[in-house]
């Protein structure tokens, strides 16, 4: 076949293939614009086929596509916008034709991604979804490095994408200690936001009059910085909260915020904080819902309003808002809630403050409250305890929604459930969704490669079974392992609802962070050199999350021998030396942790624990006495709760603390 011939067809093929195409309410445009791409094949002879494709043709389908996906987005060709009770029944019929919707979208994203280098290195021109499944590696975040690399040091998105890449999601996973930076488009925030407009008519289903009030919600930004390119690179809700999307979202007395958006996006944290409490306390009486993102946020507000109630007390009492908030966008936007002297309402909540306990305190403080919003489950579930108290028990703790850098997967249908039981549901129409199956039980697949045909797609996974997710996305991710493993409880229509186990490989998360083994690992090593010069031996260590107090912290237990015949057992540890370690470790350990350390303080300093000589053979004792195998014993690199970790915290000699921030810049 001549080359021109060549093009000519794989024109026509592209538009075959695109099953929008006739369908498209601007389908006298597009025709229009197709045939002029094959009159300009005729006038261009000299051109190859590449060329043409990539100059004429490709961008032609960028133009094409983004209105065809717009419109293909919803079963019956809206845009992503539905609210309310159409937003209800564009969810039933999603996941009634689970399947349809979940081929449509590989579909879409190989027609669209398929000429990026990425994908047409496996692709090679074809668009059939069984090639994708037979060809298509499954990959984990350091193989896709490479090519986001090079797009962060400048080169085009096409690397990856049919799309510009818009920004650089920053993940809480890191890779190297760094971040992983996740490719967004633009048309992502549509879907993120068509999540976010689920949340309140499923609510509104099980609890009633959301839209009599008011949510405090305390939400914050975090630091961002530029690639070399020039694209933003920030976590996903910063670019959520400084999108359009959410800055001028139209009025809804379903979503009516005590926050003013300028306190949600100041970014000196403190300030931030005490001006969403304050908004908080002045409407208290009209607050029927209230929450975080994640729960130790939540939990970190309440800390934050334990330490400064008198002070904002003290602004409402006067009318004057404290001299320390000096944003000028923040002040001039509180003046707007601060407008009066309000006396009463201070005596009131000194009253409440001062009380002995807190225990209860939510309740006291918002008296209408009816439920409590929070991520809660994997490694949140571990702040349950917490806000049951502050809670007293009686309002329900509500976990709306699951998702990440990467892409938002999918939302609790069942949102009155407690959240050990809570069960999310994938929305097909976010990404493409497949599943490694976790073969031995919950045992995590960590083999690097996994055999294409192993994977299930979502309304294959199998009731009560266990598996890892592995997401396609718009933006060119393809068959990128998310990393966390989920397990089938059930199915609404022919969607399969998951419960959260873990992620992959985490030991240590106390707030955004994800600290696996081989970072921890790699923190221990280049901590325990420091006992050399001292003639001291690291023996065995492992590690906890202790959340006892807000904001928790990593510890670490370590059993220490001397190894010189001149120092005694007994012979106290240098505590500046042990305090050395703990800055060595925690400089050692990824990006995300020494963010939220240092800039943050959403995690305190990090603690060893020196343990008696021996515990570590108590350990394993008392382990293999519950049932472990002799044979196969590792100590446990982490330890959450039980006897194990009283054995540990009975044996303790001596604690020692980080006594300064660790090295950490944007
Ligand atoms: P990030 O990479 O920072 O976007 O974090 C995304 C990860 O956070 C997910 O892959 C999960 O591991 C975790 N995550 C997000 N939402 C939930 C949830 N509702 N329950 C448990 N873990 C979650």
């Known amino acids: ?64 596509n983004q209105n065809l996906l717009q419109a293909s987005m919803g079963m019956d060709g809206k845009k992503l916008e539905y609210k309310g009770e159409d937003a209800l029944r564009e969810l039933e019929e999603l996941t009634i034709k689970a399947k349809e919707v979940q081929d449509s979208i590989l579909k879409e994203i190989i027609t669209r991604n398929g000429a990026s280098e990425y994908l047409n290195k496996y692709m090679q021109g074809s668009i059939d979804l069984l090639t994708f499944k037979t060809r298509v590696p499954v990959i984990t975040y350091e193989k896709i490095q490479p090519y986001i690399q090079r797009i962060v040091n400048g080169e085009d998105s096409s690397i990856i994408s049919g799309h510009q890449i818009t920004e650089m999601l920053m993940s809480s996973g890191t890779s190297c200690g760094e971040p992983k930076l996740m490719p967004s488009i633009a048309e992502d925030l549509d879907r993120r936001t068509y999540l976010y407009n689920l949340i309140m008519p499923i609510m509104n289903k099980h609890i009633p009059d959301l839209d009599k009030g008011k949510a405090m919600y305390l939400l914050f930004i975090k630091a961002e910085k530029q690639t070399p390119s020039g694209l933003p690179a920030r976590p996903v809700l910063t670019s959520y909260y400084k999108s359009p999307h959410f800055r001028t979202r139209t009025h809804d007395p379903f979503n009516d915020y005590t926050s003013p958006n300028e306190a949600i996006l100041c970014p000196d944290r403190d300030q931030s904080m005490y001006c969403q409490l304050l908004a908080g306390l002045i409407h208290r009486q009209c607050v029927l819902r209230l929450g975080a993102v994640f729960a130790s946020a939540l939990l970190r507000s309440i800390s934050f309003l334990e330490k400064n109630w008198i002070d904002l007390c003290r602004d409402i009492r006067t009318g004057h808002l404290n001299k320390s908030i000096t944003d000028p966008n923040l002040r001039a936007a509180m003046s707007k809630t601060i407008t009066s002297q309000d006396p009463q309402l201070a005596n009131e909540l000194e009253a409440i403050c001062s009380l002995r306990t807190w225990k209860g305190i939510i309740c006291k403080l918002w008296p209408r409250v009816k439920y409590i919003e929070a991520v809660l489950t994997g490694s949140m579930a571990q702040y349950i305890p917490a806000l049951e108290f502050y809670s007293e028990g009686k309002i329900p703790l509500v976990c709306t929604m699951y998702a990440s850098s990467e892409c938002y997967f999918g939302v609790n249908l069942n949102p009155l459930s407690y959240p050990t039981e809570v069960s999310y549901t994938l929305l097909p129409n976010m990404a493409y969704f497949e599943f490694i199956p976790l073969e031995n039980g919950l045992q995590p697949n960590n083999e690097e490669k996994i055999e294409q045909d192993k994977l299930v797609s979502l309304v294959d996974v199998k009731l009560w079974c266990y598996y890892e997710l592995v997401v396609t996305t718009f933006a060119g991710l393809c068959r990128h392992r998310v990393g966390d493993i989920l397990l089938v409880t059930s199915f609404y229509n022919s969607v399969p609802q998951f419960k959260f186990i873990c992620r992959r490989n985490i030991l240590l998360s106390i707030d955004t962070d994800k600290t696996n083994e081989e970072e921890l690992h790699k923190s221990v090593t280049a901590s325990k050199k420091l006992l050399e010069a001292y003639d001291l031996l690291l023996n065995e260590y492992t590690s906890h999350a202790d ?16 190894t010189s015949t001149k120092l005694s057992l007994a012979t106290p540890l240098n505590a500046e030396l042990l305090q050395n370690c703990c800055q060595v470790l925690e400089d050692s350990l990824g990006y995300v942790y020494r963010r939220c350390r240092s800039h943050d303080k959403s995690i305190g300093p990090l603690e060893i624990r020196v343990v008696e000589e021996g515990t570590f053979e108590a350990l394993m004792d008392l382990i293999i006495s519950q049932g472990g195998s002799i044979n196969q014993y590792k100590t446990p690199r ?19 603390f980080s006594s300064r921030d660790p090295v950490w810049s944007l």
């Open 1 to 64: 076949m001549s080359e021109r011939a060549w093009d000519l067809c794989s024109v026509r093929t592209m538009i075959m293939v695109c099953p929008e195409y006739n369908r498209s309410h601007q389908e006298k445009e597009e025709h229009m614009l197709l045939h002029l791409s094959i009159h300009t094949l005729y006038m261009h002879p000299q051109s190859s086929g590449t060329d043409t494709l990539q100059c004429f043709i490709f961008p032609l389908f960028k133009i094409l």
């Open 547 to 562: 959340t006892s107090t807000i904001p928790g912290h990593y510890v670490l237990f370590w059993e220490i021998t001397n």
């Open 638 to 656: 982490y330890i959450e709760q039980g006897q194990a970790l009283e054995l540990l915290n009975s044996r303790v000699k001596d604690r020692f």
